[in-house]
């Protein structure tokens, strides 16, 4: 019997629907923080996700339950814990967690500063947070400009300490006060030496030292620029602050009670002119030379208002970084052990910007940048098109590997290793090497390792340079004029704006064995490339297919073709394109499929398809698939070719993105008045829009009816039951699919005859749903290995005596036919039960759980619902279903990609694919373990056992703060947890939660 | 044409041999048997008490509705074919109502709209609302409004035994589009007073249930309808068209009969839409010729909730649909 039929065997049913591991660059970034001891770092988004980073592989999430944005994170060094500040201006403690020797990050509490009776809800707004490096504490500056204190973990606050203005305001000279507030705090930074002072700085200028234990004013520094942020000198001598005029003033930091008027340095480094705020500055000593000072923003306020810099200063060196969208925050991270006391040698610079995270390497000269081996920008230009190959040989990997280390340009990446390396990852080496390809919209397509759960850049190529494009692009922006001041450096790869979209990338297909690749684009383009190890300088040849017959009454109305560039040219190792056909009318690729062993590419448009053989160079076959009725195929894209300017495009692209990743944000009061509505009987009003739909049968003048859907090659029985030979398949949008016998001459005579295509048959569907996926099964009902797999011993033979069978998926309904007599065997009507449509359909194998051996083909579904359904093949029974993406998630939907073996990738924002799993076997997700050593033994076992009140009974201020400080007495947490007792304690935790 | 009296003095046809058999067997004593030209036909003479006379409620509003209207001249039962029809009345609760649509062929839409919207629910919490479905337009002229069985703001409460609860507009629309060959759909009607009241239909029509059931038809409408070739309706909307290319002409398909017109466009370049349209309309009325006829009769106004329901509801309803 089919192990098909044993519930439960492909998938992983009963779970609730996951992903598995997130590929990519979180979407809309809002708040960074690093700790220096575990050394990972945390993005806080938008959304309310929490991301922590350590070395490739170790990442750990967190969502908080709020959907609101995290403005601040910050670790408390070296103990696991990490504290989120939300804008609904709750704290929220994070805690890492042993669960059967992983980490996880779990929320363990939050915390909201009760609001002061008489005044307004703002002046409690926390606009500071610092953890202190004793651990016992945070400190938290308000709008307000008062200091609260509130222990650490239980989030208590201390009351007697609060430190109020008015208090400060008493040692504050008459003639600096005013009568004047002295603003909400800005900045609160802990002594570097000795933790019990507190540096203290008032949105007015005003920065105070102030002496916890005694609670006195040690030091006031009396400043008279609008404060935006303070940072101490190692040593602890002296501090700089940053100000809102675009300067920053170094002050000495001497004995006790002392009133400084003036700093000792002040400069405005972009002056003379009006300059923007310097919202972040770092101070960092160096052995070999001068201190680096950091500083983000500080352009000079009219001619470079707009650009998003971070610079660098050592001594007389300073780079200007100019970064491709608006920087968040950013910070150094030093050596991980200083050679000596006293200095911190920051080893690289990590800028966090809105589209893309980058490390600049600081003991390099010229501080090139470092590769990031995750965090990938996977939208540096928009995503147009994905594309999976599983189980890469090794030696095209390699030849991938190498074209990709020889980068172009002059400027070479740094070859320090990532900086950021903490944790230890635990997930197995990946068995099998696979390749994930973009196609973007400027024409290029990158390659990803998608073997495990860093998706790391492998190799980019550019189709443009192939085109004459409207606007050649000088990239004059590197080698800048020697006396351009502010000095920048372009950084960062994040370039959204396309210069043509005619270049955007639509259908990739790519044979692993002949290293062979097919790109096609939006302007009908169908680009044959060839993996080589040399740069090479040679033309491209040239072909038109005109896909419209000599139809009559049709003129095309979009795009003119691209014009591709005369001559040689020049290529880099790599992917080099060997021929170049054009579609006639230009209208974007649909469909393209290529047949490395008969040399044969197969592609489409809204109008027909076409049939070109590539080794002879010449057209096989093209033919249109136009409904006498549809006009609508000639009209083109909306014709933004010519008259849409990139500032056009550009905020397009911004109401695009805005579309996609906009959740639905809702106040806590709304949330809370909502929970309370669910609870009581009944659910909410539920607004309903007026929409009607029409209950209509497709007629077959639909427009865009002939646009081809897919194509297929298969060696298969076509003409009679007796003989198999190769034919083509093509499937378009109104149901119809033409399928064609192929001549295809021996390997030997391939220069001497042409490959010829006969029609075979016509297949109409009666329900003239648009067929999505066309495949052939052998008689042992398994689907046809790609070419070449069987003749390099990668897949067994197909059985070809049996009777094969074919496989249409439409939009609607799964059908299997019998060949060649093309009569129904078994079909799935998925939109009559459902009501839901086929938008994405796969051949997959699921290896059971139990054993590898054990495999089974599925025909994998997603609907236009987002949700997935699995079903055998070729039986068509259903075995289980997932609801898997929103379904207003349109892009997400359309972005989904099935690989081999029930894995598969969709975008869950521009920068970020989401990895699934349907197979019990074949995982891959984020296994990693960071140690962490905290001060007091409160391991979130505990806090999940005790619950709600087992929380009052543990908070014992007198207890926190005689508990043991510093490092030497800190106890490793999983040491106290008795493995059994754990188990039992999550399960009683997760009930509590 | 040939008709016959029965013993209650209704005008029958024979046309087939079961009727045949039934005159034949009813007979007491003497068989009357009228023979009239097809053209002249006047076929609502037949039925129930036609040749008695004898004016029963129902059957006046009937006949009355009828005679108000020019005379039409109306073909052969066989000529016909079932529009819709209201299935599974024993097995719904009253106030619901499940309607087939048959719809031939692809020239007549079935024409109606739905949308969104609320309906109130019982349920152990007390009164609901719940979001639902609704027919919101009908297209004038179309299969649905012809049939007077649905009704604008009719909530939809099932598509061919698929509850439409928790599904959105668009997978109603495309469920209902998908099964668009053979629609069933459940409806609750906005207009519930044209509902059967089942303890009243023995005792107010008693007479007339037996006398149909005397004359041909016995089983209730959901077997009669079950006897329908649904599945051939179902092979028909399977029907996929393949045209062997030029190859070897020689290798007719023998999934589809097709006739010498449609083969001598086969080594045509393109399909032709239209051709095939009509290809598959002619195997369809070839196949169906049979049952037909049968199927006609059964939607005679023999059976006596046909005659409560159809013709009432639609006249009331038609009034309703207009008003959007």
Known sequence: PSPAGEPGHVGRPGLPWEGTVEHGFPSQPSALAYDPVLRVMAIGTKAGAVKLYGAPGVELTGLHKETATVTQLHFLPGQGWLLSLLDDNTLHLWEVCQKEGCSHLEETRSFGLPGRPGCSPGITRVTVVLPMAAGAMVCLGTEGGAVYFVTLPTLTLLEDKTLFPDEILLSVPDDYRCGKALGPVESVQEHPRNGSQLLIGYSRGLVVLWEQSTRTVQHLFLGNQQLESLAWEQSGKSIVSSHSDGGYMVWAVSGTGQKTQQPTMST?????????????????????????????????RASYGDRH????????????????SRVIDFFTVQSPSPPSPGFENPRALVVLVEEELVAIDLQTPGWPTIPAPYLAPLHSSAITCSCHVSNVPLKLWERIVSASSLPPSALHPSLQAWPIDGGKNLAQEPTQRGLLLTGHEDGTVRFWDASGVSLK????????????????????????????????????????????????????????????MVVAGTAGQVLVMELSDEKSEHAVSVATVDLLQDREGFTWKGHDRLAPRNGPLHFPPGFQPSVLVQCVPPAAVTAVTLHSEWNLVAFGTSHGFGLFDYYRRNPVLARCTLHPNDSLAMEGPLSRVKSLKKSLRQSFRRIRKSRVRDRPVSPPQVQEANAQLAEQAGPPEVEMTPVQRRIEPRSADDSLSGVVRCLYFADTFLRDAAHHGPTMWAGTNSGSVFAY??????????????????????????????????????????????????????????????????????????????????????KFKLTAHEGCRVRKVALVSLASAGSEERLENCLACLTNLGDIHIFTVPSLRPQVHYSCIRKEDISGIASCVFTKHGQGFYLISPSEFERFSLSARNV?????RLEVARLQDTSCLRWAVWGVWGALLWWNPSRTRLGPRGSSSSEVCEGLVVPGACRGGWEQGECLS | MIGYADVHG?????????????????????????????DEVDYSNFGTNTLSRKKKALVTLRNDNLRRRPHINISMPHDFRPVSSIIDVDILPETHRRVRLYRHGCEKPLGFYIRDGTSVRVTPHGLEKVPGIFISRMVPGGLAESTGLLAVNDEVLEVNGIEVAGKTLDQVTDMMIANSHNLIITVKPANQRNNIIRSSRMSGSSGQSTDSTASHHSLPTSHVLQNFHPDEMESDEEADIVIEGGLEPQHIPKLHNLTSSSLSRINGSSLSHRLQRDLVLNNNSGRESNGNIHKLLSSLKTDPRHSLVIPRGGIEEDGTVITL
Request: with cysteine; hydrophobic share 35%.
């Open chain 1, 268 to 300: 405005i480094p972009y002056g003379p002119f009006p300059c923007k705020a310097i919202s972040k500055i770092l101070w960092r000593t160096c052995e070999s030379g001068n201190p680096f000072i950091i500083f983000s923003g500080g352009m000079p």
């Open chain 1, 309 to 324: 810099c971070v610079s660098v200063l050592q001594g007389q060196t300073l780079a200007t970084l100019d970064f491709t």
């Open chain 1, 457 to 516: 850049p492998l190799y980019k190529l550019g189709t443009a340079n192939i085109f004459q494009t409207d606007c050649e692009h000088n990239d004059s922006l590197n080698q800048a004029g020697e006396e351009e001041w502010p000095p920048f450096r372009k950084v960062g790869c994040f370039d959204p704006y396309s210069d043509d979209p005619r270049l955007g990338v639509q259908k990739i297909a790519l044979c692993k064995y002949t290293a062979k």
């Open chain 1, 741 to 826: 016998a192929l001549e295809v001459p021996s390997q030997e005579k391939f220069s001497e005859r042409a490959v010829e295509a006969v029609l075979g048959k016509e297949i109409q569907l009666m329900h003239r749903a648009p067929v999505v996926a066309i495949a052939v099964l052998d008689g042992r009902g398994n689907p046809l290995p790609e070419p070449y797999e069987v003749s390099r011993d990668l897949a067994k033979a197909p059985d070809m005596q049996g009777s094969h069978s074919m496989l249409i998926s439409s939009e609607e309904q799964f059908k299997v036919f019998t060949l060649p007599k093309v009569s129904a065997k078994t």
């Open chain 1, 924 to 928: 891959t997700e984020p296994l990693c």
């Open chain 2, 10 to 38: 209704d005008l029958l046809p024979i046309n087939n041999d079961d009727n045949f058999f039934k005159a034949v067997s009813s007979a007491h004593p003497l068989l009357r048997v009228f023979i009239q030209r097809q």
